[in-house]
């Protein structure tokens, strides 16, 4: 397809439990971003890659948080050791090149922690 | 950091007629900004951009009018259809990739 794919669209895990959330971005697009987006509120930063290298995960809210994209294009977002708070919908968005230029979504993972 | 946010949660209007939805920021250092449409399961569609070397730009149907001297922005939508009915959400950076969005807006269109 020509947009941004995210899988699974919906996710359920016990509290405790890994989960891993995939984003395919659009072909050829140098910058990735994942966004954490509670219910009623706008999307939060989480982290940024450049092609594979992470150049910036100041917004992952603890080191249960850990997200790669070893070949510079698919990248994972995995949550180790899942909490309720952790509930939200994770959003995967990417962009052709670096810098300011909009960025093109995802439908997100809608992740429930029970 | 950067502060976004919206003067009113949630607008009706009727058919046909203008939205203004309004955003403020924090971070005189923000010179990127983008207004997304973002629709119940999707993810948020571009809508326009500006930069902070412009006030005014212009789309189809949607103008975005930007005041860098009281950190203001503000969405038009001209013909408000109810194909508009959406959340609306201002972003801004000062990085150029970290962006910060505001809690946005219910816009509701009334037939």
């Known amino acids: 397809g020509a947009g941004v794919s995210q899988s699974p669209r919906y996710k359920v895990a016990k509290r405790g439990q890994d989960v891993a959330l995939r984003c395919d971005p659009i072909?050829?697009?140098?910058?990735l971003f994942w966004y954490q987006q509670a219910l009623g509120q706008g999307p939060e930063f989480l982290t940024y890659f450049q092609n594979e290298a992470q150049l910036d995960k100041s917004g992952l809210p603890s080191d249960r948080f850990f997200a790669e994209r070893p070949e510079g294009s698919v990248s994972t977002l995995k949550i180790q050791r899942t909490q309720q708070e952790d509930s939200a919908v994770y959003l995967c968005?990417?962009?052709?090149?670096?810098?300011?230029?909009?960025?093109?979504f995802g439908d997100g993972t809608r992740l429930s922690i029970l | 950091g950067e502060s976004v946010g919206l003067h009113l949660p949630t607008l009706s209007v009727q058919e046909g007629d203008n939205s203004i939805i309004n955003c403020a920021y924090s971070n005189s250092a923000s010179d990127y900004f983008i207004w997304y449409k973002q629709e119940s399961g999707k993810g948020p569609q571009f809508i326009i951009d500006i930069r902070s070397n412009m006030d005014k730009r212009q789309g189809q149907r949607v103008t975005v009018l930007l005041n860098k001297t009281v950190k203001h922005l503000s969405l038009q939508i001209a013909a408000t259809q109810p194909g508009d009915s959406a959340v609306y959400f201002c972003a801004g950076t000062p990085t150029g990739n970290q962006f910060y969005f505001g809690t946005g807006t219910s816009l509701t269109v009334i037939p």
């Open positions: 968005a990417s962009s052709p090149t670096d810098g300011d230029q909009p960025q093109h």
């Open positions: 072909s050829g697009h140098v910058s």
